[in-house]
């Protein structure tokens, strides 16, 4: 029994489709290999499942909601679900660890993977040559664009504003500190003088967009590291501004469908002029 709230008398059992036979499932299957023994295996589970759902004592009260419940079973009907209020559905999740999923939206629980499996996970992921900024580098080639790679360009900080010497990517930007910094471009067209980033929904903030989640393991720490990049990019664009540059956001979920592409295909052109 994977999930018993005790108050409400309600047993809920969460089967794999394969093991415990789902019948009229896609994933109710059964291997070729060695057949007779799969059958003999599944079968069992099934009977075994059978067994569990028919209580054979006669305890005060486990028989009589049992039995109800069962009789109004009818072809086509499903059985009415007996749910909390939001409030005892917490309380439960907070006393026994069991999580009404519809109603309680955050569960207490740690992250699935040991530390050192996420820390590697994490490395892993890419900042350059992914997979979207590879759609955008196609799609810029096929319309006659040449570009340059992960262009850094510089610029500084200080408290007086103003521009500094020089021109294009080596001017420099006073604003509120000495510390020199660059911009790492993803794409650059140096003839237009347009700087092109390809940002992920998840990593930089994508407001509105179905892939702009925040991790409920670590809460704090996630929003105070997402919202950073965003803060972040904000900075670089108007560093990049004031350099006299262009910049150009590529979104990831807009590189996702053909339509998206073709929209992004008419902003590109837009970039050359006449």
């Not at 909390?84 to 907070?94: E, F, G, V, Y």
């Not at 408290?159 to 911009?183: H, L």
């Not at 790492?184 to 407001?207: E, M, N, Q």
């Not at 670590?218 to 105070?224: C, D, I, K």
Request: include cysteine.
């Amino acid at each position: 029994m994977d999930i018993l709230p005790p108050k409400y008398k309600t047993a809920i059992f969460v089967h794999g489709c394969f093991w415990h036979r789902h019948r009229g499932c896609k994933h109710c299957k059964t291997p070729t290999r060695r057949r007779e023994s799969w059958l003999a295996k599944l079968e069992g589970n099934d009977a075994q499942t059978e067994r569990a759902e028919s209580p054979a004592d006669n305890s005060p009260g486990q028989s009589e909601w049992w039995q109800s419940a069962r009789t109004e079973r009818r072809p086509g009907k499903a059985i009415p679900q007996i749910r909390p209020s939001p409030a005892r559905a917490k309380q439960i999740a907070d006393e026994t660890g069991f999580v009404y999923s519809n109603l309680v939206r955050h569960h207490r629980s740690k992250d699935r993977l040991s530390r050192q499996r996420r820390s590697w996970n994490m490395s892993r992921i890419r900042g350059k040559d992914t997979t979207p900024e590879r759609t955008v580098r196609s799609l810029l080639h096929r319309l006659g664009y040449r570009f340059r790679l992960h262009v850094r360009i510089p610029f500084s900080l200080s408290p007086i504003g103003g521009e500094g010497r020089g021109e294009g990517a080596r001017s420099v930007i006073k604003t509120k500190s000495r510390t020199p910094r660059s911009v790492s471009v993803d794409i650059l067209l140096p003839k237009y003088k347009t700087a092109i980033f390809v940002h992920g929904c998840f990593w930089h903030r994508h407001r509105g967009c179905k892939n702009c989640t925040t991790p409920t393991n670590r809460r704090e720490w996630w929003l105070a590291k997402l919202n950073g990049n965003a803060a972040r990019d904000k900075i670089h664009q108007r560093a990049l501004r004031k350099l006299g540059w262009r910049s150009v956001i590529v979104w990831e979920c807009q590189t996702e469908t053909p339509k998206a592409l073709e929209r992004l295909a008419t902003t590109f052109i837009l970039l050359a002029p006449l």
